[in-house]
Each structure stands twice: as C-alpha cells, then as structure tokens.
C-alpha cells in the first residue's frame, strides 16, 4: 500500500487542459480517477486584437502577466498568423518590466530565457495592486493581459487611478467542456459520497459548476467530500461561492505539490 497510498480513494478531476497529467500522478498512487472537464481554453477568436497588443508592446514600460497560458496563446497567435512578428516581440519581451502574478507566468517566462521582475505577493490580483501601491505609475504605459475575458476592473481601475495608461489583451477565452447534464452528474455523484475528494485548478471551473444547479445544491453536494484548491485564487473564488477549500498547497501552486497535498490527506 506504501507505493499506492490513495488506493481505493476516488478523486474528481474537472482539469480540462492537464487532466491526463493530473490524472496519471493520482493514478500512479492508486487513486481511481473521475474525470469531468468543466472548462475547455480556446484562442481568442479576434487574432487581430492579439497582434494589435503585440505590436504596440513597444510603447509600454511594464507588462503584466496574469497566467501562463496567457502567455503561451500570445505566442501561438503570432506562430498561427503572423510569424514574422516573433522576434521584436521576444525583444520587447525582454525589454518591459515584468510582472507575474504566480508562479505559473513565470514559468512561462523561463521557458523562454526571461524570469519575472516583480512577482506579486500574494499571487492574486490584490496581490498586484498591493506590490506596485509604494511605486510612481503616473506616466507609464501598462500592458495587462488578462485572464480569459474577465475585464479585472479592480487591476485595470487602480492603475488608471494610478496615472497609468492601460492596454489590455485577452488572449483566449473559457468554453464549457462538458454539457450541463455530464456536469449534474458529477455534482449528484458527490451528493451521493460517492467521490473522496475533487480538485479545482481554475476559478472558470468552479464558476461553472455553480452555474449547472442552484447554488445550495452545489454547496450541499461539496460538502460531502474534500475539496482542494490549487492555490490562493482559487480557493477564494470557492470562497465566493460559499465554501471553504479544505486543502491547498503550501507554497507551489501547481499540479504535483496538489497532488502530494492530496496523498497526504488520503493516505489509504
């Protein structure tokens, strides 16, 4: 049992983008596995918005980076449609201040040679506010890309407040992956008890739990089970919606640390 510690445990996974990896590190411990993607990420459909940001990184001084994937898509829509831009991009990359907000941008960033220059503490959207609230932002130009199409006013609204000049790009969008009734079922199976805990990676896949069935059924059927959080963002969006996030990691929000996180909670 000592190789497979979550066997005879069963653990939702509404991962959409990672859920086989997701799903492999809980399965290698034995863990039988649900696997319900709530949320699908697709490009964002105006490519010409995406490159009209590319092009006028040029004139920002800061650039902050709310996600990875964020990055990732900027990237994919320059190779998809406008492949000559890469390069001047990367340098202008280089060139502005860059700000992440946890640990998965600047990951991101180190896969292409860069690192963060200021990373928000803690990594949420407060967390920003709160790193460049000592600092002079009158006159800057702030590039912030967003995450998913949510316009985040309170980031956009404190630098305007600033002095800041803001341009934002919203690089890809949110789609439902599953279909609302593959969705009731998931919630009716942990109305039932029948799943030991369900691991939340995004704020998109718990908003889009609570949209499938009236919000108290949701929370009653979450509280039959353990529910993990990935990091700080999501468990407060759990939060918003009533309930608290039993588990997260301690420091790394990433897949393997939520993994460990959950093997040590249900340890067989």
Wanted: charged share 20%.
């Amino acid at each position: 049992m000592e190789d497979r510690p979550l066997s005879g445990r069963t653990i939702a996974v509404p991962e959409g983008r990672e859920a086989e990896v997701f799903a492999a590190l809980l399965e290698r411990r034995g863990a039988s596995v649900v696997r319900c993607p709530l949320i699908a990420i697709r490009d964002a459909p105006d490519s010409a918005s995406v490159l009209a940001f590319v092009r006028g990184l040029s004139g920002c001084d800061d650039l902050i980076l709310t996600t990875g994937e964020g990055l990732r898509r900027i990237l994919k829509c320059i190779d998809d449609h406008a492949p000559q831009l890469k390069e001047a991009f990367l340098a202008e990359l280089a060139r502005v201040r860059r700000i992440t907000r946890g640990p998965k941008p600047a990951r991101a960033l180190r896969e292409l040679g860069l690192k963060s220059d200021l990373a928000a503490e803690p990594p949420t959207t407060a967390g920003i506010i709160a790193s460049l609230a000592r600092e002079n932002l009158h006159g800057r130009v702030v590039a912030v890309q967003l995450y998913g199409t949510e316009p985040n006013t309170a980031l956009t609204g404190f630098l305007t407040a600033a002095g800041a000049t803001v341009r934002t790009v919203a690089p890809y969008v949110y789609a439902d992956a599953a279909d609302d009734a593959a969705v009731r079922a998931l919630i009716a199976r942990l109305a039932g008890g029948e799943l030991d805990a369900i691991a939340f990676t995004s704020t998109p896949q718990v908003q889009r739990l609570f949209a499938a069935a009236p919000a108290s059924q949701v929370q009653a059927a979450l509280a039959r089970t353990l529910v993990a959080a990935v990091g700080p963002v999501v468990a407060a969006t759990l939060a918003r919606h009533g309930v608290s996030a039993q588990l997260m990691p301690a420091e790394s929000f990433f897949i393997k640390p939520l993994t460990s996180a959950l093997e040590r909670a249900l340890r067989a």
